[in-house]
């Protein structure tokens, strides 16, 4: 493909509350075996861009670990690769990535090495499967400077996204950086396309004024000067930037529709694979509605929810509408509802945590790993 990739992963969220405490949003573990980068880097991988850098930053560490391999999105190649940048100190420069446009000023070199035409920016919290190369060529068709993939969304809060309105060619008019009010329901889905050369010279612009947003400081600064065009589409898409949508999101991967988008139509999201046995139910399991990944042992009753790898469900244990993270230990008669427990936690025996007015966080730490 003429485009390289871009995924933008270095951003916290406080809406994710204690899930962002340790892990980057992009590392957000999703549907079991999968985390939230997984998406954006497998649909570069399927669009054909051989060449992809993620400008990462805060709590990197598990976000970078993940990562330690290009050869599970089929990077791990003679021409291209996986790049991972991080803000690093330099004689011009000591300061932390100040947003989406610096961070990318800051690793601008990379830009200018590249010879692809056009490049293909991406956040790194969005659930989806798109074809880059549907929305190059559209971007080709419409001789736009920039293109802006959008969805409609409906009952959703678009406070939390950039709202925008076309005209009837699809010409963005307005743009609106999360609104106290919404004038419309189509939101952008954080997914750019733009000629590398047009973006060096807007990104090196925005340095000079010292502006450091993309959204802000480009997309809408010059919206009525720039030729920005909107693609919509109409297939899933999610955000889990918050702790309510993340668990919408994970929520999601229960419906068989949704399980069959992903899972069994191609092309196929790709993650980074743990050599796990499979999942154990013992005497007493019994299982409704439910996805359980890999090493998980099950002793009680799990329903309409979701186990991430290497937990383990204590006898006479009722576990409903949850998502337990990696590597949980549930003691006995343990009953959790409506809630999300933190990777790695132990949760003590005859233990109750139910989401009463919303979605409990469960963070619980007991040491199991002592001398």
Same mark, same amino acid.
């Given at each position: 493909?003429?485009?390289?990739?871009?995924? #933008?992963?270095?951003?916290?969220?406080?809406?994710?509350?204690?899930?962002?405490?340790?892990?980057?949003?992009?590392?957000? %573990?999703?549907?079991?075996?999968?985390?939230?980068?997984?998406?954006?880097?497998?649909?570069?991988?399927?669009?054909?861009?051989?060449?992809?850098?993620?400008?990462?930053?805060?709590?990197?560490?598990?976000?970078?670990?993940?990562?330690?391999?290009?050869?599970?999105?089929?990077?791990?190649?003679?021409?291209?690769?996986?790049?991972?940048?991080? %803000?690093?100190?330099?004689?011009?420069?000591?300061?932390? &990535?100040?947003?989406?446009?610096?961070?990318?000023?800051?690793?601008?070199?990379? #830009?200018?090495?590249?010879?692809?035409?056009?490049?293909?920016?991406?956040?790194?919290?969005?659930?989806?499967?798109?074809?880059?190369?549907k929305v190059l060529e559209y971007h080709i068709a419409k001789r736009?400077?920039?293109?802006?993939?959008?969805?409609?969304?409906?009952?959703?809060?678009?406070?939390?996204?950039?709202?925008?309105?076309?005209?009837?060619?699809?010409?963005?008019?307005?743009?609106?950086?999360?609104?106290?009010?919404?004038?419309?329901?189509?939101?952008?889905?954080? +997914?750019?396309?733009?000629?590398?050369?047009?973006?060096?010279?807007?990104?090196?612009?925005?340095?000079?004024?010292?502006?450091?947003?993309?959204?802000?400081?480009? #997309?809408?600064?010059?919206?009525?000067?720039?030729?920005?065009?909107?693609y919509k589409i109409n297939t899933y898409w999610s955000n889990i930037?918050?702790?309510?949508? !993340?668990?919408?999101?994970?929520?999601?991967?229960?419906? %068989?529709?949704?399980?069959?988008?992903?899972?069994?139509?191609?092309?196929?999201?790709?993650?980074?694979?743990?050599?796990?046995?499979?999942?154990?139910?013992?005497?007493?399991?019994?299982?409704?509605?439910?996805?359980?990944?890999?090493?998980?042992?099950?002793?009680?009753?799990?329903?309409?929810?979701?186990?991430?790898?290497?937990?383990?469900?204590?006898?006479?244990?009722?576990?409903?509408?949850?998502?337990?993270?990696?590597?949980? &230990?549930?003691?006995?008669?343990?009953? +959790?509802?409506?809630?999300?427990?933190?990777?790695?936690?132990?949760?003590?025996?005859?233990?109750?945590?139910?989401?009463?007015?919303?979605?409990?966080?469960?963070?619980?730490?007991?040491?199991? !790993?002592?001398?």
């Amino acid at each position: 493909m003429r485009a390289i990739g871009i995924i #933008l992963a270095g951003g916290n969220n406080y809406r994710m509350r204690e899930l962002s405490n340790k892990r980057a949003i992009a590392a957000m %573990p999703i549907a079991g075996s999968y985390r939230s980068i997984d998406f954006a880097l497998s649909n570069m991988s399927n669009s054909h861009i051989q060449k992809v850098a993620v400008l990462t930053q805060y709590n990197a560490r598990s976000l970078n670990e993940h990562l330690s391999s290009s050869k599970w999105w089929d990077f791990g190649r003679k021409q291209g690769g996986l790049y991972i940048f991080t %803000p690093t100190i330099t004689s011009d420069n000591s300061n932390w &990535y100040r947003g989406t446009a610096d961070a990318i000023f800051q690793n601008l070199q990379f #830009l200018k090495n590249s010879h692809e035409p056009y490049v293909v920016i991406a956040s790194g919290d969005g659930i989806y499967k798109l074809d880059y190369n549907k929305v190059l060529e559209y971007h080709i068709a419409k001789r736009a400077d920039v293109t802006v993939v959008c969805t409609d969304v409906n009952g959703e809060d678009t406070s939390r996204f950039g709202v925008l309105k076309m005209n009837e060619d699809c010409r963005i008019e307005e743009f609106d950086e999360k609104p106290m009010v919404s004038y419309s329901n189509t939101i952008s889905t954080g +997914i750019y396309v733009i000629r590398r050369r047009q973006l060096i010279e807007l990104i090196e612009k925005c340095a000079q004024e010292d502006r450091h947003d993309f959204v802000k400081d480009i #997309l809408i600064r010059y919206k009525n000067l720039k030729r920005i065009y909107g693609y919509k589409i109409n297939t899933y898409w999610s955000n889990i930037s918050s702790v309510e949508s !993340y668990y919408k999101t994970n929520m999601d991967f229960l419906k %068989p529709e949704v399980r069959n988008y992903f899972f069994r139509q191609y092309p196929e999201i790709q993650s980074k694979i743990d050599d796990l046995p499979p999942a154990k139910y013992n005497p007493g399991a019994a299982i409704k509605n439910s996805l359980i990944s890999s090493g998980c042992i099950i002793n009680g009753e799990v329903e309409n929810s979701i186990l991430f790898k290497k937990v383990f469900v204590g006898n006479n244990c009722v576990i409903k509408n949850s998502i337990i993270l990696n590597d949980v &230990y549930l003691g006995d008669n343990t009953h +959790i509802e409506n809630c999300i427990v933190e990777s790695r936690d132990t949760i003590r025996a005859n233990s109750y945590y139910c989401g009463e007015d919303g979605i409990k966080v469960v963070v619980e730490k007991n040491e199991r !790993y002592v001398l």
